[in-house]
């Protein structure tokens, strides 16, 4: 059973940063590119960033976070990270943690396994 289970998530104030993480198990991590994508209430999951197989390998960020969010990953621990830097209010989402067995230009609908994600709340 794959799991991937989200992590980090809290209140934060604006400029502030945070550490999302997530575990997955359950599935050959190495084999899949893993995504960071959020959600606010109404609205569309959006693409916040994704990192190809391999560690330290090719990334993509969505214009509205790039510079200021970076994503990483273990594949020794079966680890995914977002480092998330000067949040700002409009950054408040729930978080979500996914992998897809395509690349890092994959959308939404291509991800495979989705976590039940993590809720990031930046104030003012």
């Known amino acids: 059973q794959v799991q991937l289970i989200e992590s980090g998530g809290g209140l934060v104030q604006a400029g502030g940063s945070l550490r999302l993480s997530c575990a997955a198990s359950g599935l050959t991590f190495s084999v899949y590119a893993m995504g960071w994508f959020r959600q606010v209430p109404g609205k569309e999951r959006e693409f916040v960033a994704a990192?190809?197989?391999?560690?330290?390998?090719?990334?993509a960020y969505s214009v509205s976070v790039k510079g200021r969010f970076t994503i990483s990953r273990d594949n020794a621990k079966n680890m995914v990270y977002l480092q998330m830097n000067s949040l700002k209010p409009e950054d408040t989402a729930l978080y979500y943690c996914?992998?897809?067995?395509?690349?890092?230009?994959?959308?939404?609908?291509?991800?495979?396994?989705w976590g039940r994600g993590t809720q990031v709340t930046v104030s003012s």
């Open positions: 996914a992998a897809n067995r395509g690349n890092i230009y994959a959308t939404s609908g291509e991800y495979d396994y």
């Open positions: 990192i190809s197989r391999v560690s330290g390998g090719s990334t």
